[in-house]
C-alpha cells in the first residue's frame, strides 16, 4: 500500500492502536484479521516479509517503533545490504535518518543488470516471527518517492503457511525459504506465513484468492492442524481454500507443499509419525482431486530431505536448512512460470 509517498510492502493497513501514538503495520486488512482464527489474528500484526521502500531526493527522517518487543531493522539500497545502517526499534519513537549512499553513484549497469531493485530503492526491513515486535510507523520528514514499478521486481510470489513460512528460526528476514525462493526466482515476496495457527481459514483463503497481486503461489498445508483437526477436518478445510484461491486464479500457478519433516519423524519409533503421513496422503488427495490444473504438488520432504541445519527442535529450519529450501523450492517453481 502507499502512503506518505511511502511504499508499505506486504502492508495491507495501517491500524491506529488507542492509545498508543503511530499507525501499526498489519499483513492483511482489519475486516480480514478480525475473521480470522484468534491466533493468526495476533500474527498478522507481526511484520513478516513487511518493508518500507521509498527513493529519496533528499536525505529522508522517518519514525518508527516496536511493541512486543525489540526489533532488528536491516536497511538495503536495492539489493546491497547497508553495512552498519541497521538500527533498533523499541517502545520509544526512534528516528532515523538516510541518505543515498555516495558509493552508490554512477554504477555500471551491467553489474546491476540482473539485480531485482533498483539500487536508488531504501528498503527498511523488519524481522519477522520471533525475531521483532509489532512495528509502528510515526511519520516522515524529506523529499521522496515511492518506487516505480521498473524499481522492484514485475513478478510476485505469495507464501502461505506455518511458523516455517513466517520464517521462526533464520537469524534474519532475508534468510527465510520465502525470501530465498524469490531471490532466485527474481520476484518479490508477499509472506503470509501464521506461526502455530495455519489453519486454512476461509477469510486468509478468500483474502488470498482476491488480492489480485501475485503471479506464483505456495500453500504449505499445515503441521499446524496435527493433533488439532482430525484428517477429515483437514482434508475439508484444505480443499476449500485450494479451491477458493484456485477458482478466482485459474491462470496463475499455485503449489500446494506438504508436511515438512519435524521432531516426531526424526525420532526413532515415534507413534505419531504416521499422522503426518497421513496429512501428506490428503493433501495429495486433495491437489489430485480438485480439478485445476494451475494446482500443483510440491512434497515438503523434498524440500528438506535431511535433518541438517534444523535448529535444536527439531521442527524449524535454522539459515542453512532456509536456503536449501529455497532453493529446492525455486526449481520447483520455476518450470510452472514459463509462458512458452
Given amino acids: 500500500m502507499l502512503h506518505d ?6 502492508v495491507r493497513a495501517l491500524q491506529r ?3 498508543r501514538e503511530g499507525l501499526r503495520l498489519l499483513r492483511v486488512p482489519e475486516g480480514v484479521r478480525s475473521d480470522l482464527n484468534t491466533g493468526a489474528q495476533t500474527r498478522m ?18 519514525t518508527l517503533s516496536s511493541k512486543e518487543r525489540d526489533s532488528l531493522v536491516r536497511v538495503f539500497w536495492g539489493d546491497f545490504q547497508a553495512t552498519g545502517a541497521e538500527f533498533t526499534l523499541g517502545p520509544d519513537p526512534k528516528t532515523v535518518e538516510l541518505t543515498f549512499p555516495d558509493r552508490l553513484t554512477n ?25 521483532g515486535g509489532h512495528i509502528y510507523y510515526h511519520g ?3 523529499k521522496r518517492r515511492p518506487p516505480t514499478d521498473g524499481e522492484v521486481p514485475r513478478l510476485r510470489y505469495l507464501a502461505y503457511g506455518t511458523s516455517i513460512t513466517e520464517g521462526e528460526a533464520p537469524s534474519a528476514e532475508m534468510l527465510t525459504y520465502v525470501n530465498q525462493a524469490a531471490r532466485r526466482l527474481g520476484a518479490d515476496p508477499i509472506n503470509l506465513g501464521s506461526c502455530g495457527t495455519a489453519f486454512c481459514d476461509p477469510a486468509m483463503a478468500t483474502h488470498i484468492a482476491n488480492r489480485g497481486d501475485w503471479d506464483v503461489a505456495t500453500l504449505s498445508l ?16 484444505a480443499a476449500s481454500m ?10 496463475t500457478p499455485i503449489a500446494c507443499i506438504t508436511l515438512f519433516p519435524h521432531v516426531r519423524e526424526y525420532k526413532r519409533n515415534h507413534e505419531e509419525a504416521a499422522l503426518s503421513e497421513t496429512f501428506r496422503e490428503v493433501l495429495r488427495e486433495v491437489v489430485a482431486e480438485c480439478g485445476y490444473d494451475n494446482v500443483h504438488l510440491v512434497e515438503g520432504p523434498d524440500l528438506l530431505p535431511t535433518a541438517s541445519g534444523l535448529t535444536t527442535d527439531l521442527v524449524h529450519p535454522g539459515d542453512d536448512a532456509m536456503i536449501r529450501m529455497g532453493e ?9 512460470l514459463r509462458t512458452d
Fill in 5 to 10: 509517498e511511502i511504499k508499505f510492502h506486504n
Fill in 17 to 19: 492502536v488507542r492509545p
Fill in 45 to 62: 500484526c507481526h511484520p513478516a516479509g513487511t518493508e518500507i521502500r521509498f527513493v529519496p531526493e533528499e536525505t529522508v527522517r522517518i
Fill in 107 to 131: 554504477l555500471d549497469p551491467e553489474s546491476t543488470g540482473s539485480m531485482r531493485y533498483a539500487p536508488e530503492v531504501c528498503r527498511l526491513v523488519f524481522p519477522g516471527d520471533h525475531r
Fill in 140 to 142: 516522515v520528514e524529506g
Fill in 222 to 237: 499445515s503441521v499446524n492442524m496435527v493433533n488439532r483437526f482430525s484428517p477429515a477436518e483437514f482434508r475439508e478445510r
Fill in 242 to 251: 485450494v479451491e477458493t484461491v484456485a477458482d478466482a486464479n485459474p491462470d
Fill in 328 to 336: 529446492h523450492l525455486a526449481r520447483e517453481l520455476e518450470p510452472l
